[in-house]
């Protein structure tokens, strides 16, 4: 059976969206991110200060997303490009390059938050990208941003983005004591996270699950499940007795509605955004919306 919880019960939270603009179209100062969810964090540190060009719509894959020509061209002339790094950004990695050698200023802030590697699956023991699943690896990184943007983004008011950083930093730190305690309700021997693929890696160190396999037993949607991986995960998921899958929203959720069905034990497909936000209203139109409506899903799913 698949259950689709309601991930609209924090609209009324949201926050500032995400701000998209291209360098060309201001004579201002100009901050280039890669993904919408750096998106939303750059563009509570920077406020007004500067223009924020987000290179991924929402929805969109991080591990395949390409842009063109024209906006790589654009990024190029970014006064800073801030970008998550440790290879989540697979579709864009040349273009990142490309701003690096013309001698933009780069942030790749999974590098410098404490960065984990995947435990199992294909990608074992190479960097895992996904930290943002983790709300105090973020509030580290609205530190690193705000520096970065002090230091390199012209003209800029340094008393006001050090006001909206550690305003936003409160949020998120708000945001950890509220995940906290909700997963405080979910029972030990519950705690274990299937997911599509291999996100929630930083999540369950901070909060304490157990990651017991991924449909895709990858850090990247870009790769594929083999029989003999989906027919393991099958045996995995009735052995440890996994109440539910979750799976992204904007990934097919065919084969774990496979694997729910074929399971010796009831599962439920959880629906929840992961690698992008979603649209105002969605319940992910921003970060902190977004972790708030999944730790609701995860901690109700878990039950």
Not at 31 to 58: F, H, K, S, W
Not at 79 to 105: C, F, M, Q, W
Not at 106 to 116: C, H, K, N, W
Not at 289 to 299: K, P, V, Y
Request: aromatic residues 4%.
């Amino acid at each position: 059976m698949r259950r689709l919880l309601p991930l609209t019960l924090l609209a009324a939270l949201a926050a500032l969206s995400v701000t998209a603009c291209s360098p060309g179209a201001s004579d201002g100062p100009v901050v280039v991110v890669t993904t919408n969810i750096l998106g939303d964090v750059v563009q509570n540190v920077v406020g007004d200060e500067a223009d924020v060009m987000v290179l991924m719509p929402r929805g969109a894959d991080p591990h395949s997303f390409e842009i063109s020509a024209s906006d790589a061209a654009r990024v190029e002339r970014a006064d800073l490009l801030v970008s998550n790094g440790l290879g989540l950004e697979e579709g864009i990695g040349k273009t990142v390059d490309t701003a690096h050698s013309e001698g933009v200023p780069i942030l790749q802030v999974g590098e410098a938050v404490r960065p984990i590697e995947y435990r199992s699956g294909k990608s074992t023991g190479t960097p895992d990208p996904h930290i943002w699943t983790d709300p105090d690896r973020v509030r580290e990184a609205v530190a690193l941003i705000r520096d970065a943007v002090i230091d390199h983004v012209p003209e800029i008011d340094a008393g006001a983005v050090r006001q909206n950083s550690d305003s936003y930093a409160r949020q998120l730190e708000e945001l950890t004591a509220r995940m906290t305690d909700r997963f405080a309700a979910v029972p030990a021997d519950r705690r274990k996270l299937v997911t599509n693929h291999h996100v929630f890696g930083y999540l369950a160190e901070r909060f304490g699950f157990d990651t017991v396999g991924a449909v895709i037993p990858s850090g990247t949607t870009l790769a594929s499940p083999s029989a003999s991986d989906l027919s393991d995960l099958a045996a995995t998921i009735t052995a440890s007795r996994v109440p539910a899958i979750f799976v992204d929203s904007s990934q097919p959720d065919r084969l774990a509605q496979v694997l729910a069905s074929e399971a010796g034990v009831p599962v439920d497909v959880v629906s929840l955004f992961t690698e992008s936000l979603g649209e105002n209203g969605s319940g992910a139109g921003t970060y902190i919306e977004m972790l708030d409506s999944n730790s609701l899903a995860i901690a109700e799913g878990l039950k």
